[in-house]
């Protein structure tokens, strides 16, 4: 499993705190963030909820941006940690299917990368929805690995190593276009799916375009691919950088619902 499904049981779990702050300065995660945020409708005095809210960057934007209340929960207890060291005072250690919170609490709850990391996130979307009020909103953001592209010369090792990334290093790596139909078996109304997608020409970017290099060698450690395969794909994408045509993609989906 990736390494923000269970922070605190890795071993080194402040240095994931270190991955959130640089994709943070990323302005392509600056740009689709904000736009979440403003797909909450936010207005000021009200209440908001943040489910997987990692170091707690984008619920202190929400507070100073619209003059409301957030509260920020993860299970992690390294995130909650951040949290606090950010300043945040309304945090909370819990699982996303077992809110600490009672019913129509909030006016509004997002979670922005979270879902792909869940046990289940059918019972997450549940406890979102029966903690936000009626005609209050919820914005669920994810990447779609089923959208994954990389230029390198051998396609077909690329679509192998980009499937690992997708069906096994994520719990649910491709349920991003899914989000909506989730949102409607949940009852919600006024659903829309935005598409960003996010695209890397620098492969030291993004995090160093989020460990892409290294998924080939972890898939041969896990048996998925020959050690051959693995060396082949990082001598590709080493000569694709070389050659300036370096090119990764991958689309994340904004979807947002209204709670009835």
């Known amino acids: 499993?990736?390494?923000?499904?269970?922070?605190?049981?890795?071993?080194?779990?402040?240095?994931?705190?270190?991955?959130l702050g640089r994709l943070a300065e990323?302005?392509?995660?600056?740009?689709?963030?904000r736009r979440v945020r403003e797909l909450l409708h936010p207005a000021p005095g009200r209440r908001y909820l943040e489910v997987g809210a990692g170091t707690g960057a984008s619920a202190a934007r929400l507070e100073d941006e619209h003059?409301?209340?957030?509260?920020?929960?993860d299970r992690a207890l390294t995130m909650a940690a951040a949290m606090r060291a950010r300043g945040?005072?309304?945090?909370?250690?819990?699982?996303?299917?077992h809110l600490p919170f009672l019913d129509n609490s909030f006016d509004g709850a997002w979670a922005d990368r979270t879902v792909q990391h869940l046990a289940d996130p059918h019972a997450a979307i549940t406890e979102l929805v029966r903690v936000v009020r009626p005609a209050g909103r919820i914005v669920l953001a994810d990447p779609?690995?089923?959208?994954?592209?990389?230029?390198?010369?051998?396609?077909?090792?690329?679509?192998r190593v980009l499937r690992f990334r997708a069906d096994v290093l994520l719990r649910n790596g491709t349920l991003?276009?899914?989000?909506?139909?989730?949102?409607?078996?949940?009852?919600?109304?006024?659903?829309?799916?935005?598409?960003?997608?996010?695209?890397?020409?620098?492969?030291t970017a993004v995090d160093n375009v989020l460990?892409?290099?290294s998924w080939a060698a972890t898939a041969a450690q896990r048996g998925a691919l020959d050690p051959a395969e693995a060396r082949?794909?990082?001598?590709?994408?080493?000569?694709?950088?070389?050659a300036r045509r370096f090119t990764y993609a991958v689309t994340f989906f904004l979807t947002a619902a209204t709670v009835i």
Do not use: C, K
Not at 1 to 19: A, I, L
Not at 88 to 97: E, F, K, N, P, Y
Not at 144 to 159: F, H, K, S
């Open 176 to 203: 991003a276009h899914h989000h909506a139909g989730l949102l409607a078996a949940h009852g919600l109304v006024d659903i829309t799916v935005e598409p960003r997608t996010l695209v890397v020409r620098d492969p």
């Open 1 to 19: 499993m990736h390494g923000f499904t269970d922070v605190d049981r890795e071993s080194d779990p402040n240095s994931w705190v270190g991955v």
């Open 232 to 242: 082949a794909f990082e001598e590709q994408f080493d000569e694709a950088v070389a």
């Open 67 to 73: 003059g409301v209340s957030v509260a920020a929960v």
């Open 26 to 33: 990323e302005p392509f995660y600056q740009a689709y963030q």
């Open 88 to 97: 945040l005072t309304r945090t909370a250690v819990a699982d996303a299917r």
């Open 211 to 213: 460990g892409l290099r």
């Open 144 to 159: 779609d690995y089923d959208t994954q592209v990389l230029d390198i010369a051998d396609q077909g090792l690329a679509r």
